[in-house]
């Protein structure tokens, strides 16, 4: 069974940093590109950004509105994808969740995410 | 970027009758390998997204068969034949054949 475990959400004042975290299970983590996916309160779903997975060179791709303040890394030891944001706005609010994506070109299984308040 | 345009943005429904939400993108969503990547998605209240449908029309384990999908190179269609009760939540259209990938801005069913 797939489990996505997301945590690391909190309050934060804006400029401020959190970092997030991910542990997978249920899956071949290492061969997996990763995605975070946001949902700012009573609003729609926002793709964050993707991490290929290192064979395929590890790379990541970030959303206009957090290109250069958020961060994608993996460890995949230890099944954990992480999420780095610094220079938090009070936009950057949301329950942030990760997801793999798939051979189909989807997102098929999705944690139960972190809330990130980012508020002064 | 590729905008996905749901519609209507609000569906009440009476159980037993049928549901239908709009889904279209501002580009052709047939990839270059010969298939079209849209997806659709369930959010109960309080609950993460579920996927119903990849591929506009494959349904996920699980997915009872009142729900399908259908569409083809901008516009989609989400269909629920006979609504129940369970079926209450936002529905998300989202795209993958085109990086970044994109979301609709969701369509809220409910019950009359």
């Known amino acids: 069974e797939v489990q996505l475990v997301e945590s690391g959400g909190g309050l934060v004042k804006p400029g401020g940093s959190l970092r997030l975290s991910c542990v997978a299970s249920?899956?071949?983590?290492?061969?997996?590109?990763m995605n975070w996916v946001r949902q700012a309160p009573g609003r729609g779903l926002e793709w964050v950004g993707r991490i290929k997975s290192k064979t395929d060179g590890g790379t990541t791709d970030y959303a206009a509105p957090v290109k250069g303040r958020f961060t994608m890394s993996r460890d995949d030891s230890k099944n954990t994808l992480y999420l780095q944001m610094n220079s938090l706005k009070t936009e950057d609010t949301a329950v942030y969740y990760c997801?793999?994506?798939?051979?189909?070109?989807?997102?098929?299984?999705w944690g139960q995410g972190t809330l990130v308040t980012v508020s002064s | 970027d590729v905008v996905m345009t749901q519609s209507p943005l609000s569906l009440p429904v009476t159980p037993g009758q049928p549901a239908s939400i709009s889904c279209r993108s501002s580009q052709s969503l047939l990839h270059s390998d010969g298939d079209t990547y849209l997806s659709w998605f369930q959010q109960r209240p309080g609950q993460s997204p579920r996927r119903l449908i990849y591929?506009?029309?494959n349904r996920d384990s699980g997915v009872p068969d009142r729900f399908s999908g259908s569409g083809s190179g901008t516009d989609f269609t989400l269909k629920i034949s006979r609504v129940e009760a369970e079926d209450v939540g936002v529905y998300y259209c989202?795209?993958?054949?085109?990086?970044?990938?994109?979301f609709g801005g969701g369509t809220k069913v409910e019950i009359k």
């Open positions: 591929k506009v029309s």
């Open positions: 989202m795209q993958g054949t085109h990086w970044p990938l994109t």
């Open positions: 997801t793999p994506w798939t051979a189909v070109r989807s997102l098929d299984y």
């Open positions: 249920g899956f071949t983590f290492s061969n997996a590109w």
